[in-house]
């Protein structure tokens, strides 16, 4: 008992140095890439990130998959869009009126979709997805269809206007490091625990106790409004949404981020959103072939790197060392 | 036109894209019943069909009746392929995976497509002219009449299949339970294989045979996907006749839907459909509550 004790603590000092490294890393990166278009794509690596973390927290941790999270994501856009643009409300208020709104959808529809499993669940919240985009785009006279939703304020706290790539930076990246740290914290916890064990063995897990259906629904809930504040602030920072950014593709976008990551690694998570967001980058001499290589990429990482990158990259390390030493045949 | 004549039409037509989501859908139930997978590259093959007809007639000036069953042919080998590359070695993996796999496999199907044949929508020609058939005021397109005569043709051979002959039965015998099975010395994994071999080949045909309606592009396969989707999971993903009556439901609730509703929301009617499905009746429209084992 006592040993184990010493070590769950050692467990928080490193997460807490975990999180203090990821931290000054955030906030000195600029620094490194002023004055570059790299800074604003930055600022997609942050809002990828919120999105990546949601997803994972409902498939990485309670193993419940989800196809249609850019959906939340587009809520999040579109209620803080219309509601500050057409009808003037206060962006931050709308921001929380937006997540309350999604969360509590999500909470409502998280009863009866939740109760699926594995493949069905996935065709349920694909199809929800699909549903959801296809009301963005006829939904015309309040989302302006298909062409876009434009003239979206910035956001602004009190003198200070978000109207730059630098300080959206700062904005964005403020939230995806309360939402790590909520997130982290969340894993560590007595629910993180619980989630495992539904993730494991949902049955066992109702025969000890824990009371697996709410749970389900609630993390479902709390992806969904992470979601949702990652939409609002897109929004607000690309000042116009259209449809394409919120459909299934983006969604599959999104579990490939989480899967190159790392199922149920927060910090993988972030490492999936970066690779996936800075590669389009390099990848320019494409075009939209692009997707081609996402593709391979899904089908090989789940092949060979079913952990992600974060578990991957050091196996592979481990290997190559075996390999090295001429024990490379012991493992099977 | 009043209103009957309206009607009738919205049925017909309502019932050529039912026999093309039924067919989509079948293909779904056999690789379902042999292996528990929901296959997310079932659309793929369906674009692949018609692509790849479209490519042979006009690449390589065959003629129709010979591209046709060498475009059946070609994708019963991409879904050889498949299973081989992407399913196998993850055989004893979790549903999560597998559907994380498949999504990846039609997406790099897509893209490929799309690297290859670009990004433009073609048309197929009708298999036998253009000329309307009127029928009590409706209007019936030749082609109309191909694409039910082959699904029929297709269920009953499908019927067959699994009732009369070795292979068939076995592949039944693996969907009730693959360890029993291969006890009784039924190759689990020849079945595994030959039901992605089936199941792609007659999503091959429904993309063929629906093609010269609709037109043909790299990315049809994901909504015709889904779609037959909907289909299986109306019909409790059985591989006969309920998944028929499913996509026929489906096929002519979208075709009213379109005409009397909003042609915007044709493609949520669906949706609605199957998530209505699967909270309520997560066993089908027409099957008997299953109990789970654990």
Known sequence: MVSRKANGFSGVKRELAKYLLFTLCVLLAPFAFLDSYLLNVLVFVGIHTMLAIALNLLLGYAGQISLGHAAFFGLGAYLSGVLTTTYSWNPWLTMLVAAVVVGGMAFAIGFPILKLKGHYLAMATLGLGIIIFIVFNEWVEVTSGPSGFSGIPNLQLGQLVFDSDLKNYYLVWCFVLGCVLLSVNLANSRIGRALRAIHDAEVAARVVGVNARLLKVQIFALSAMISAIAGSLYAHVMTFIAPPSFGFNISVELLTMVVIGGLGSIYGSFLGALLLTLLPEFLRFMHDYDIVFYGGLLMVMTIFMPGGLVQGIPDLFRKLLNLRKGKGGNHA | ?294
């Open chain 2, 1 to 294: 036109m009043e209103l009957g004549t309206q009607l009738l039409q919205y049925l017909l037509s309502g019932l050529s894209t039912g026999a093309i989501y039924a067919l989509i859908g079948i293909g779904f139930s056999i690789i379902y019943n042999a292996t528990g997978i929901i296959n997310f590259a079932q659309g793929e093959f369906v674009m692949l069909g018609g692509m790849l007809t479209l490519f042979l007639l006009s690449v390589l000036q065959l003629p129709l009746w010979i591209a046709i069953p060498l475009a059946v042919l070609l994708a019963a080998l991409v879904g050889l392929l498949f299973e081989r590359l992407a399913i196998r070695p993850l055989r004893k993996a979790s549903p999560i995976s597998l559907v994380i796999i498949t999504i990846g496999g039609a997406i790099l199907i897509r893209g490929l497509a799309m690297l290859i044949w670009g990004k433009d929508t073609h048309s197929l020609p009708s298999f036998s002219g253009d000329e309307p058939i009127m029928l009590a005021g409706a209007t019936l397109l030749p082609q109309h009449l191909w694409i039910l005569g082959i699904t029929l043709l297709l269920i009953g051979l499908n019927k067959w299949f699994f009732s009369h002959t070795t292979s068939g039965k076995a592949m039944r015998a693996c969907s009730y339970n693959p360890r029993a099975a291969g006890l009784v010395g039924i190759d689990v994994r020849r079945m595994v294989l030959l039901s992605f071999v089936i199941s792609a080949a007659m999503g091959a045909l429904a993309g063929i045979i629906v093609a010269p309606l609709t037109m043909t592009a790299y990315d049809v396969g994901i909504m015709l996907g889904l779609k037959g989707f909907c289909a299986a999971i109306i019909g409790g993903m059985s591989s006969g006749l309920s998944t028929v009556i499913g996509g026929l439901i489906l096929g002519v609730l979208e075709s009213l839907g379109a005409g009397l509703i909003s042609s915007g929301y044709k493609d949520a009617i669906a949706f609605v459909i199957l998530l209505l499905i699967l909270f309520l009746r997560p066993q089908g429209l027409f099957g008997k509550p299953e109990s789970e084992r654990v």
